[in-house]
């Protein structure tokens, strides 16, 4: 069965580090999104892309980059880690029209 | 931009009771999609249901069920009779015919027995 995966599932790390979390998908969706969920504020958009080499700011991108060399796969790059993107991460694809986004389980990221 | 509203942060109901979660949205366009999500405990996001805006018929999935009302942009899910199971936070979502979707803020269900 086709599925989206994330890791790790959980990170601990420390202000100022780099870190990068994983997205890999199997259902050969051209649009691929990241997502920060916070208490009080939901689900909010950081970057997503449409295809290969495509890649766009969503509502809370300072911070964060991302790129899309191939479809399976859209890494979240955390530049320098600040104590305000302790979070969980989402990601999550889709394909055109009316169809849902499917989610991978998450990431819980802690920034000590 | 779109906006997707959740008035009621958390909701509660009686297991076997029916409850009704309320989104609402704000957009200019007349084409779209309308989702609900529920995420449990485990953190996973599941699709519950979802609505063409250009069918009128309010869609339903089993004990689920939505209240479209597309002049008021008023998008409501009913869960007839609540199970522990369906004890999670619900998340409304609009995607018009572009490819971004946005999201509420959530309802946060607890389903007492």
């Known amino acids: 069965d086709a599925e989206i995966t994330q890791s790790p599932r959980h990170k601990i790390t420390e202000t100022g580090r780099q870190v990068t979390l994983a997205c890999h998908q199997t259902w050969n969706h051209n649009n691929m999104f990241w997502y920060r969920q916070d208490l009080g504020h939901g689900l909010r958009l950081i970057h997503y892309?449409?295809?290969?080499?495509?890649?766009n700011k969503g509502e809370v991108s300072d911070g964060y980059s991302v790129s899309r060399s191939n479809t399976e796969d859209l890494p979240l790059t955390l530049e320098s880690a600040a104590s305000s993107q302790t979070s969980v991460y989402f990601c999550a694809s889709s394909e055109s029209g009316d169809q849902p986004q499917h989610f991978g389980d998450g990431t819980r990221l802690s920034i000590l | 931009a779109q906006t997707v509203t959740q008035s009621q942060p958390e909701m509660s109901v009686q297991e076997a009771e029916t409850v009704t979660l309320s989104c609402t949205y704000d957009?200019?366009?007349?084409?779209?999609?309308l989702f609900w999500y529920k995420q449990p405990p485990s953190r996973q996001m599941i699709l519950v249901i979802r609505q063409e805006a250009y069918k009128q018929q309010n869609a339903t999935e089993n004990r689920f069920s939505v209240n479209f009302q597309k002049a008021a942009k008023s998008f409501s899910l009913k869960i007839s009779d609540s199970q522990l199971g369906d004890a999670a936070m619900y998340f409304c979502a609009y995607r018009h015919t572009g490819n971004q979707f946005y999201f509420g803020t959530g309802t946060s269900l607890t389903v007492i027995p």
């Open positions: 892309s449409y295809g290969v080499q495509d890649t």
């Open positions: 957009t200019s366009e007349s084409d779209y999609y």
